[in-house]
C-alpha cells in the first residue's frame, strides 16, 4: 500500500478545521435567537364556539395570577361530627341536590305565615356584565347579591333599585378548597378580630344601598365562629341582614347572627348548579315543598341563562297557584312580626332589643 506524505494529512486537518469554524460562524449570524425586538407582536385572538367573538388580545403577566369564576364554583364539603375538639374531618364529599323528577304542579294550602312566601337570590352579579345586565332587566322583582369586587357594580345596583330589586352584598369567603379563589379580599380563618373588622368595614363601604349580605363560597369561614362573630358585629352596627348560602351543612352563620341579634334567613334550595333545564325545574318544585313546608323558602341561583329563562316561566305560574315572591328583608320583618304576636311582653321586649 503507498502511504501519502504526512504533509496531505496536514493539508486536510487545516481545511477541515477551517469548514468548521465557518459552519459554526454562519450558525452564529444566521440562526441565532431572535431578540425581543425581532419578535413580530401578533395580537392573540381567539374564537368562542357558542357565540364567534374575537375576544380581544391577551396579555399575560410573568406570574399567572389565580383564575377568579364568574359564576358559582362547586365547593368541597366536609362531612364532619361535633367533638369536645372540635370538627372532625371524616371524608370529602360534594354538594349536590338530588335532582328531583319532574312532577305536577302544587297547588297551595294556608301556611304559617299565610300565603306560602319564596325568596330568590341571584348571587354573583356584576362579574359577567351580559348576564348582569339580562338580571337586572329581569321583569319580576328579585333579590341580587353583587360581588364587592365586580367592575361597574355600583351602576349595576343604582339600576337594579330602579328596576325594584332587592340588593345584596356577596362577601368573599374562605373554601375548604385551597385551589379554590373566593376573589379579592375574602375573609380567611386566622385573620384578627381586628383585621377582620377592617377588612369587612372597608369592603362593605365601597359599595351603598344594599339591605343585606350573604356568603360567596366560605365553606371553610362560615364554620369558624371566631369569625363568623367578627363578622356579624359588623353587620349588626350597619343594621344588615344575613343570608347564609350554607356552602357546607356544619355552618355556624345562623346560629351566631341570632347570638349576635342579626337577623337571618338560611338558604333552602341551589337553583343551577346542574345547568340543564329539567335540574332548574326540578330544583324549583323542591323549593314549592319547602315553602308549604314551612310557610317560606330561599333560593339561590345565578346569572345563568338556564335559571333566568326558568325563573320567567315560573314565576307567574308559581303566583298563579299563591305563592308570593317576596324579598328577604321583607319576610325577615314578617317572621319577626309573627314570632312577636305568640309571645308574652317580657319575651317581646327581649327579642325588640335583640334587633
Known sequence: MKHLPP????????????????????????????????????????????????????????????????FYIQEQAIVSKDTQAGPVKQENTVI??????????????PEKYGTSKIVIIIDDVGINHKMSEATVNFNEPLTLAFLPYGEHTQDFINRAKQKKHEVMVHFPMEPMDDTVNPGPNAARVGMTELELKNLFETELSKLYGFDGVN??????????????????????????????????????GASTAAEKGVANLTRDVFLDHVETPEFVNS???????????????????????????????????????????????DLIEEIQLSATNKMDAGEKTALLKSY
Open 96 to 109: 349536590v341536590e338530588e335532582e328531583l323528577p319532574i312532577s305536577p304542579l302544587i297547588e297551595v294550602k
Open 7 to 70: 504533509v496531505i494529512f496536514h493539508r486536510r486537518s487545516i481545511l477541515a478545521v477551517f469548514i468548521c469554524v465557518a459552519v459554526i460562524v454562519l450558525q452564529l449570524v444566521f440562526l441565532r435567537p431572535l431578540d425581543k425586538q425581532d419578535v413580530v407582536q401578533e395580537p392573540v385572538q381567539l374564537v368562542t364556539n357558542k357565540q364567534d367573538l374575537i375576544l380581544p388580545p391577551i396579555t399575560l403577566d410573568k406570574e399567572e395570577k389565580p383564575r377568579i369564576e364568574d
Open 215 to 252: 356568603n360567596h363560597m366560605g365553606s371553610r369561614f362560615t364554620q369558624d365562629h371566631f369569625g363568623m362573630s367578627a363578622f356579624m358585629d359588623v353587620l349588626k352596627e350597619k343594621d344588615l341582614f344575613f343570608v347564609d348560602s350554607k356552602t357546607i351543612g356544619n355552618s355556624v
Open 283 to 329: 330544583a324549583l318544585l323542591k323549593l314549592e315543598k319547602a315553602a308549604l313546608d314551612k310557610g317560606y323558602a330561599v333560593a339561590i341561583g345565578h346569572p345563568k341563562e338556564v335559571t333566568l329563562n326558568a325563573l320567567a316561566a315560573w314565576i307567574p305560574d308559581a303566583q298563579s297557584r299563591g305563592f308570593e315572591i317576596v324579598r328577604a328583608k
